[in-house]
C-alpha cells in the first residue's frame, strides 16, 4: 500500500502565480477550530486585525497590538496544513520607517509561523515594503479603504470616486513594483478595480470591490452571521449562526431554569449496574 503524499502548503509564489486563474478564496480566521475549518475550503487564512472588533470588543482597529496579533496567529497556524497563513501587521508596527517595520514583521513571523505579513498603504508604503521583501519577508498590501487611516480619511466608505482613481491606481502599482506578492484593494468601485486587476502582474484579493479581481475575502464572522453588529454592503451571509447561537442558548437557559437539563442520561448514577 502506497503511502499518502503529504499535502503541499501554499506560499507566496504559489499564490502570485495563481494571477489570472482559478480565483483566490481568502477568509479571516482568529482561532484553531476555525482555522481547519478554513484550511478545508481556502487559499489563503487572512490573520486580520479586525479581531480587535470582532473577538475583542473593540471599536476599530486602532486598538490591536502586536501581542494579539501573535496570539491569534500561533493559533490559526496550528490549525493548518494547506491554506497559506497572512498575519496583518497592527497599527503603529510599521509606519514609523522600514527598519523599525521589519523587526515587528520578523517578531510576527518567527513567533507565529505565518509565511507572510499584510500591511495597509500605497506609495508612501513603497519603500517599506521594498526593505522587508528584499529581507525575505513577503508582503500582501492593502490600498483603496485602509481601515488603520479610518480617522484621517473620513470614515469606511468607498475610495476611488470623485477623482481619486488615479491615486489608487498609481498605489496599487507602487506597491507592485516594491515587490508585494498581493494586493488587497477594499471598497473600490468596482469598474477601477476591474482595471488596476487588468494593470497589474500580481493577484488583487478584492473586499467591496466587484467580481472581477483574482480573488475575495471576507471576515468570516460577517459571512457566517456571527458578527451582527454591522453589516457592510459587500458582505454576503452564507449562514445566520448568531441567530442559532442565540436560540440554542435561550433553550439551555429555559431548561436549566425549569431543572430539565441535565436529564438522567446526563448524570452519573453512584452505583454502577452490574454487567450481565
Do not use: W
Not at 506609495?123 to 529581507?135: D, N, Q
Not at 502599482?173 to 498581493?182: D, I, K, N, P, Y
Not at 436560540?247 to 441535565?262: C, D, G, K, N
Amino acid at each position: 500500500m502506497s503511502a499518502t503524499a503529504p499535502v503541499k502548503p501554499v506560499l507566496p509564489a504559489d499564490i502570485r502565480a495563481r494571477k489570472g486563474g482559478t480565483p483566490l478564496v481568502v477568509l479571516t480566521s482568529y482561532t484553531t477550530p476555525m482555522a481547519r475549518l478554513v484550511d478545508a475550503h481556502c487559499d489563503i487564512a487572512l490573520v486580520g486585525d479586525s479581531v480587535g472588533m470582532v473577538l475583542h470588543g473593540l471599536p476599530s482597529t486602532l486598538g490591536v497590538t502586536m501581542e494579539m496579533m501573535i496570539l491569534h496567529g500561533r493559533a490559526v497556524t496550528r490549525g493548518l496544513t494547506k491554506a497559506m497563513a497572512v498575519i496583518d501587521m497592527p497599527f503603529g508596527s510599521y509606519e514609523e520607517g522600514p527598519e523599525h517595520a521589519f523587526r515587528n514583521a520578523a517578531r510576527l513571523v518567527a513567533e507565529t509561523g505565518a509565511p507572510a505579513v499584510k500591511l495597509e498603504g500605497g506609495t508612501h508604503m513603497a519603500e517599506t515594503i521594498a526593505f522587508l521583501t528584499a529581507r525575505g519577508i513577503p508582503v500582501m498590501a492593502h490600498v483603496g479603504l485602509t481601515p488603520q487611516s479610518v480617522n484621517t480619511i473620513g470614515g469606511y466608505k468607498v475610495v476611488g470616486r470623485d477623482g481619486e482613481g488615479d491615486k489608487v491606481m498609481a498605489d496599487a502599482l507602487a506597491v507592485e513594483e516594491a515587490g508585494a506578492f498581493s494586493v488587497v484593494l477594499e471598497k473600490v468601485p468596482e469598474g477601477l478595480a476591474s482595471r488596476i486587476t487588468q494593470s497589474l502582474d500580481i493577484p488583487t484579493i478584492g473586499i467591496g470591490a466587484g467580481v472581477r479581481c483574482d480573488g475575495q475575502v471576507l471576515v468570516i464572522d460577517d459571512m457566517l452571521g456571527m458578527f451582527t453588529e454591522f453589516r457592510p454592503k459587500f458582505v454576503k451571509r452564507y449562514a445566520d449562526l448568531g441567530q442559532q447561537a442565540d436560540r440554542a442558548i435561550a433553550a439551555y437557559a429555559e431548561e436549566v431554569r425549569a431543572r430539565s437539563f441535565p436529564a438522567p442520561e446526563h448524570a452519573f448514577p453512584d452505583v454502577l449496574k452490574a454487567k450481565p
